[in-house]
Antibody
């Protein structure tokens, strides 16, 4: 059974860098594609980007330049880094595993607040 | 950029009724690349339908996806109490970009 678990600081200062990790169990990150999705409080879903098992990454254009992903094969986890954050980056952040051209498995999410 | 527009924004129905949710895309989308998700309060989204019409594992057959081109529909044939939630459509394009619709809230009347 595939399980994903997000972790990272719940509070980030404006202009700082948001860093989250997604630990995967029940599957190898070298076998699949993985995404990050976020949801501001009370709003809809926004796809942040995808990292593939070989390490190639694709980002949502509005976030390109501020976001980067990485894989840690030794720990079977992948990470998100988002720089120059503002209050608009306050959101629930989800990691997910792809299933074809959709996200079939999701973590429970972690709330990140950007505030001084 | 492909824009997905879901309608209605809110749908008020009673258990046992039929729900019809629409997702229109600004450009024609390959059916393989259209998915539907359900999200309940405090929970992560759950994949319902991929490839426009294929139910994900464990999804009841009252959830029916259909459509092609720019018009896609999620039908819930007979609403159960646990079906009241927010539903999102999502498309993938060959630039490796995923886009969500803004969501339809299905509420109990």
């Amino acid at each position: 059974q595939v399980q994903l678990q997000e972790s990272g600081p719940g509070l980030v200062k404006p202009s700082g860098t948001l860093s989250l990790t997604c630990a995967v169990s029940g599957d190898s990150i070298t076998n699949n594609y993985w995404s990050w999705v976020r949801q501001p409080p009370g709003e809809g879903l926004e796809w942040i980007g995808q990292i593939q098992h070989g390490g190639s990454a694709y980002y949502n254009p509005p976030l390109k330049g501020r976001v980067s992903f990485s894989l840690d094969k030794s720990k079977n986890q992948f990470s998100l880094s988002l720089s120059s954050v503002t209050a608009a980056d306050t959101a629930m952040y989800y990691c997910a595993r792809h299933q074809g051209y959709s996200q079939g498995y999701w973590g429970q999410g972690t709330l990140v607040t950007v505030s001084s | 950029e492909i824009v997905l527009t879901q309608s209605p924004g809110t749908l008020s129905l009673s258990p046992g009724e039929r729900a019809t949710l629409s997702c229109r895309t600004s450009q024609s989308v390959t059916s393989n690349f259209l998915a539907w998700y359900q999200q309940k309060p405090g929970q992560a989204p759950r994949l319902l339908i991929s490839g426009a019409s294929s139910r994900a594992t464990g999804i009841p057959d009252r959830f029916i996806g259909s459509g092609s081109g720019t018009d896609f529909t999620l039908t819930i044939s007979r609403l159960e109490p646990e079906d009241f939630a927010v539903y999102y459509c999502q498309q993938y394009d060959s630039s490796v970009i995923y886009t969500f619709g803004q969501g339809t809230k299905l509420e109990i009347k």
